[in-house]
């Protein structure tokens, strides 16, 4: 046995030897510029309301929110993602306070670049769900069902609140069909071409989301199996990617991150756009909660957490722990 071809002579141990080797050999890294901060601004609160299922995560008021992105400007992090939570006696059948330009969502755009200007990409949620009594993420027919094409016309009158109060990227969230394009027909009827759309490509009608209803307050009854999309599909996935790139997306997203891993590397493979991936909140509780018991180490997790979808592929991660990791990362 050549002792060059293979062991003793292969040894790629030699390469783990050091912390300093270790980081020089790394193949992947993360930066605070692939980072992007999701936060909840909640209408007609006087102090930040704690998140229960998800510690260290609060529903901001307006300037509790201005404080974050500023927070988030310093540590280097590229983004903030907003969501609005209105006070529940605003909430209709239309979701008619996604629209209202002093809407919550929208005031809260205006605070955030009032604040920080162009020093952090202020992004928005596009989507109803937030906003209607019934807490689908669209318009409802006369069977109870999402409607596809009448919520296709509220998110373009969404579209254009949002570009209005500032945003510079909006994110279409609710997985209906046609979406990005209406989207961007809208912005452009509004001469917003500078406008980016994010588009929510892959979005998973998954379990993980389930500490995300308390953040925004969800309504929601029933499920949300009709238009988001099937955990057992990954094909699926790349005919949705086509469909958003002919339709103009400038980004595209897969979300959840963790367990599509598989889904966000094809995606990743696939385009020449940049690839987002939503870390959320089941994600994140489910560390908080097994290292607040002492079972794993927290921050070695977070990080592991964060580099294995950086590996698979993405290009920017919205994560909760956005501020909090870009501060350790920069020393």
């Not at 989301?209 to 099937?230: I, N």
């Amino acid at each position: 046995m050549s002792k060059y071809g293979s062991f003793p002579g292969a040894r790629p141990r030699r390469l783990r030897a050091t912390p300093v080797l270790r980081r020089m050999v790394a193949e992947t890294r993360l930066h605070p510029a692939d980072l992007i901060l999701p936060a909840f601004v909640r209408e007609g609160v006087s102090a930040p309301v704690p998140i229960g299922t998800m510690p260290g995560v609060v529903q901001h008021t307006r300037d509790s929110l201005r404080a974050a992105a500023v927070e988030a400007v310093a540590a280097g992090v590229s983004g903030i993602m907003l969501f609005g939570v209105p006070e529940e006696g605003k909430k209709d059948a239309l979701g008619t306070a996604g629209t209202d330009p002093d809407g919550i969502l929208q005031v809260a755009l205006r605070d955030v670049r009032a604040e920080v200007g162009d020093e952090l990409i202020v992004m928005s949620d596009l989507c109803l769900d937030e906003f209607t009594d019934h807490g689908h993420c669209g318009v409802l027919d006369t069977d109870g069902r999402v409607d596809n094409d009448a919520t296709l016309e509220r998110y373009a009158e969404m579209a254009q609140v949002q570009a209005d109060a500032g945003a510079h990227v909006v994110g279409p969230s609710g997985m209906m069909d046609g979406q990005i394009g209406v989207v961007r027909d809208a912005l452009d009827q509004i001469d917003r071409d500078d406008v980016a759309i994010l588009a929510y490509t892959v979005k998973y009608a998954s379990a993980f989301y389930g500490p995300f209803r308390e953040a925004v307050g969800s309504s929601l009854k029933g499920d949300r199996k009709t238009y988001q999309q099937d955990p057992a599909n990954a094909r699926e996935s790349l005919r949705e990617l086509a469909l958003d790139l002919e339709e103009g997306a400038d980004m595209v997203m897969v979300k959840p991150a963790g367990p599509y891993l598989d889904v966000l590397a094809k995606v990743a493979q696939a385009v020449e756009v940049p690839v987002a991936a939503y870390q959320i909140s089941g994600e994140y509780a489910m560390v908080e909660a097994a290292a607040e018991r002492g079972w794993i180490d927290r921050d070695r997790a977070i990080l592991e957490s964060l580099l294995g979808i950086k590996r698979a592929g993405a290009n920017m991660i919205l994560t909760y722990w956005a501020t909090e990791v870009a501060r350790g990362l920069r020393g």
